[in-house]
């Protein structure tokens, strides 16, 4: 008897372990995938059709689209955003991909994993777990259609660098400076005419998703979004790419959006200057921001920009955020805030010319004015997107980071590091203090001062502050405070001996009792960090 009792104990303990075996085990945030063997013959990316609904108890329910990739084989993915047992179910039109069951179990996340980037308030980003995320990021519009070297060397660049976004084209481009003809392609090609490759746009090159969705997972593992610009007008018939007709736009953002929505760090950009893409309309765009919009359901952050001071209508619904390409307004100290206090949206500037050497005025910034420009919008509560187009020899195989990634050769990237961490260490996001009549004193919240004096040498400066302080407190008299010397360029940090406290409100502003200047050392792009010290 007690045999028996050993031999079925034995065996509901296997029986138990099988069961729990089944149930998939993945953390928050990250992706779960689950495929399946099907039919291969016909066109499989439009002959079968498979979707899965996931559920969990309580209520949540959230329906995917799968999609085919190739060798007879079906995917699903799905990104928990909810902790909990979640249990799927599929739907096909194929009896072999239809009704197949399973359950995934979503626990904390692990490591530094924080989810996707979405919106906080009104003009800030934060992580889905609540962490501030304050885009600094770059440009490398083709690195994922170079060479397999050149890719490795743009990720190594990228991570020494420490951007935590990349602005990244899906399709290739055609034009003066990336000539370069990739090895894969996204769809399907079927041969040429008039010595132009001819493509099936209803059939995918699954070998070129999977080499993209390797890249954005190592991006992902330096803490890098992916910022993906889904078209571009970089083609002008050479591909035929820009000229799709709407049904096949349609296809492209499903089966695309099917195989990376659940990427935590995908951000969605409809088009590189929409505005050049001839063969579509604003009708077209605000129909194809309703695809994506309908095809995402996560809600990743979705935008769209334009040629130079081209604004789309950013206040359209579905829209997350600016996506600008404008230099004007980071110029000077506090244009920036202007557009900020038009749109209830957080607000990127993702163009304001770059650093490089081409003759093309967009391509000449220094480092210097570079990361002037970055900072005059992080003052004011924006972003601003970097970018580096340094050209060796013209006409030889050129890299050219902007346009095709690979090896840093200019200033500005160096100082990106220094900048995290200043705005790391800040208790709220930047914005003006006193808007319409302070253009250089930024607030992070009470008693947390920032001052960018950008190009401008002085040898001293009177110590104050406006009255107003944004949506916080005012400033109080009798507030003291200590202060540093930082040096956005040189990267230093040099304290300020003494303390300053403040009188009472002079023509909207509170000086130093003792009416003290600071002494600066005699160097341009120089800042303030001033902080209040406890009461």
Request: glycine residues 8%.
């Amino acid at each position: 008897m007690k045999t028996r009792r050993l031999i079925l104990t034995g065996v509901l303990l296997s029986m138990a372990s099988a069961s729990i075996a089944k149930t998939a085990r993945i953390g928050q945030w990250q992706r779960f995938e689950q495929r399946y063997a099907g039919p291969d013959g016909g066109n499989p990316f439009t002959d079968v059709t498979l979707t899965a609904r996931f559920w969990r108890q309580g209520g949540d329910t959230v329906t995917i689209r799968g999609f085919y990739d190739g060798r007879g084989e079906y995917v699903i993915r799905f990104m928990p955003m909810q902790k909990g047992i979640w249990h799927f179910a599929t739907s096909s039109n194929r009896p072999e991909l239809n009704a197949r069951t399973g359950d995934v179990e979503c626990v904390a996340a692990a490591g530094d994993h924080h989810g996707p980037v979405t919106t906080r308030g009104l003009h800030d980003f934060a992580y889905t777990d609540s962490k501030p995320y304050y885009p600094v990021g770059t440009t490398a519009y083709a690195w994922v259609h170079m060479k397999a070297d050149v890719q490795e060397m743009t990720l190594r660049s990228l991570a020494e660098a420490q951007f935590n976004k990349v602005r990244m084209c899906v399709f290739p481009k055609h034009y003066q400076l990336c000539r370069d003809l990739p090895e894969r392609y996204p769809f399907k090609v079927t041969g040429k005419k008039d010595g132009k490759l001819t493509f099936d746009f209803s059939q995918p090159d699954p070998e070129f998703f999977r080499n993209l969705e390797t890249r954005i997972d190592q991006l992902a593992r330096i803490g890098c979004e992916a910022d993906l610009i889904l078209f571009h007008p970089y083609d002008k018939g050479y591909w035929g790419f820009d000229e799709m007709t709407m049904e096949q736009n349609r296809f492209y953002l499903s089966y695309l959006q099917a195989r990376l929505a659940s990427f935590a760090n995908v951000w969605w950009s409809m088009a590189n200057e929409y505005d050049y893409v001839k063969a579509k309309t604003i009708a077209d765009w605000h129909e194809l921001i309703r695809e994506v919009r309908a095809n995402d359901p996560y809600g990743h952050l979705l935008s769209i920009h334009g040629s130079t001071a081209t604004y789309f209508d950013y206040l359209t619904e579905g829209i997350t955020h600016t996506s600008i390409q404008d230099e004007g307004p980071v110029l000077a100290g506090a244009r920036a805030a202007i557009v900020r206090n038009i749109y209830p949206k957080p607000v990127i500037f993702d163009e304001v010319a770059y650093e490089g050497n081409l003759t093309s005025r967009w391509g000449r910034l220094s480092g210097q004015e570079m990361l002037y420009r970055m900072w005059n919008g992080l003052m004011c509560g924006t972003y601003v997107t970097h970018g580096e187009c340094y050209q060796r020899h013209e006409g030889d195989y050129d890299t050219i980071f902007w346009a095709k990634g690979g090896p840093w050769r200019g200033e500005s990237w160096k100082r990106v590091p220094f900048m995290r961490q200043i705005l790391a260490d800040l208790p709220h996001p930047l914005e003006m203090a006193d808007v319409s009549r302070d253009d250089l004193t930024s607030t992070a919240g009470e008693g947390y001062y920032m001052i960018y004096f950008g190009k401008e040498i002085q040898d001293a400066w009177l110590f104050n502050l406006p009255a107003r302080n944004a949506g916080y407190p005012p400033l109080e008299p009798g507030t003291r405070f200590r202060m540093e010397i930082i040096d956005t360029w040189d990267m230093t940090v040099t304290p300020v001996d003494g303390v300053f406290e403040v009188g009472e409100k002079n023509d909207y502003r509170h000086y130093d009792r003792q009416l003290r200047k600071v002494w600066l050392p005699l160097k341009p792009y120089l800042m303030l960090r001033i902080k209040a010290l406890p009461a």
